[in-house]
């Protein structure tokens, strides 16, 4: 039942990650609190790249998920009504006003400070685009998607991406203030997602659908996908403690960061790909049809 | 414009799936794509009678299920490319050449009428045997019914001959879609919520291709 999905899986986390590098990036990186000496230094280049790249990752596994892509040109044509339809839109739309802001810092370096705005407005376009990624889901006929939960775990997935592999870029040139906030980062989000979890079954207990209890089906298929998320968010939350009590005010003992990030980095990542496998195994029709 | 529906008597269908077999031979579908699917619903409790000795409380009956061609498709609202559509005489449709076969209909449908084509990387569906229609025959599935379950007229008609009813536990409540569907429910389909009745043959019916 998965293994189709498993295009969807790739390509919604690359697009919250990219959303999620750039949101952080723009709040944080290039505020006057976090920024280090130099204006935005060159290194700020490559984070737009990576964005850049899993955004461009996620278009191509979008079409993967297509039984025929051929016609993939068709799918802004129910803009009306179709959440579908809108999610591509944006997707395309985000895509391309970061490839116009990765381009104009590449070839225009100088130039960086004055397009704030061009990445402010990528950031809203990141926002904006997971809230309609999370809405296709809501849908009555698949009633484990239909709620809250849904955009929450998207944008909570976007932040802690975002977060943690930007605290790897930062190890030994970030400022101290931009390390703290991205470490601290890496340890509440899973805490808040280990938070939100007891929550979300107690919610999902409820949900008695025609073919047996929401979470019960759920459990008996998936218990063991279920512990091992259990056990990365936990890691994920060691680990970012872990780097937060590594960050040193001296540059010169920043390499204590290396390990803990990219421990923190891994976990998280794999954490979140058993959350989302997780979340595609509650495709539950409500009425069992 | 003339809306065209199907009739099911829930209360006489045997569950021998000739309907379901019948449009498949006559689509030429594929293992595992069924415009028609028979469910077959089962419940069951244990209750003390007066003389306080426990007894079974049983029931079972089948659904024949195909497309509705709803009056508000959810399947169209939800189509990207505008593939799934609504035709002449209010018949939901798929335009291959416009499908992309990303499945959200398939997610959207209440009744899971859409059906992908791993071959042809599409959505199919019922389309009432609209070729049938033009010669003035009725679908494959209700000509082919052995109980005579099943029918086919104009809404209109179906309403005057079997009354106005569209809703039977488990299918969803018919304020949502408007299906173009008149039921006859079993008689025992009053206390299946009650009994906690289930559709048994799921993995028979879905496709999950």
Known sequence: MIGKEWSLIVFSMAMQLSAGIILIYDLFLLSPLYRTRVDIPARFQWILMIALTAALVGVAFSLMHLGNPGNATRTLANLHSSWLSREIFSVLAYTLLLAVVTILHFTMPSAARSLKWMVDFTAISGIVLVFIMSRIYMIPTRPAWNS???????????????????????????????????????????????????VFMAWLGQKDLVSGNALAIILDNHMAAFYLRLGFFILAIGFGIWAFFSIRSDTLRNHLLFTPAILAWA??????????????????????? | MTKYGFYFDSSCCSGCKTCQVACKDKNDLTEGIRFRRVYEVCGSAWEKDSKGTWVPDIVAYNLSVAC????????????????????????????????VGCRYCEWACPYGAPQYNPQKGIMQKCDFCSDYIKEGKKPVCVTSC??????????????????????????????????????????????????????INREEVRNDR
């Open chain 2, 146 to 199: 052995l109980m005579r379950a099943l029918d086919f007229d104009t809404l209109e008609n179906l309403e005057s001959h079997y009354g106005a009813n569209r809703d039977v536990f488990p299918l969803p409540h018919s304020g949502q879609t408007g299906p173009a569907v008149i039921i006859k429910a079993h008689p025992g389909a009053a206390k299946a919520k009650e009994l906690k009745a289930s559709i």
């Open chain 2, 68 to 99: 509705n061609h709803c009056e508000n498709p959810s399947c169209v609202a939800a189509c990207p490319t505008k593939a799934m559509h609504i035709g002449n005489d209010g018949i939901v449709l798929v335009d291959p050449d416009k499908c």
């Open chain 1, 267 to 289: 976990a998280i990542l794999a954490a979140q790909i058993i959350d989302r496998y997780l979340f595609y195994a509650q495709n539950l029709p409500a009425e069992g049809f």
């Open chain 1, 148 to 198: 809250v939960f849904t955009p929450l775990g998207f944008y909570l997935a976007a932040i802690i991406l975002g977060s943690s592999l930007l605290l790897i870029f930062q190890i030994n040139h970030g400022s101290w203030a931009s390390q703290k906030l991205l470490a601290i980062l890496s340890f509440s989000i899973p805490l808040i997602q280990l938070a939100i979890l007891p």
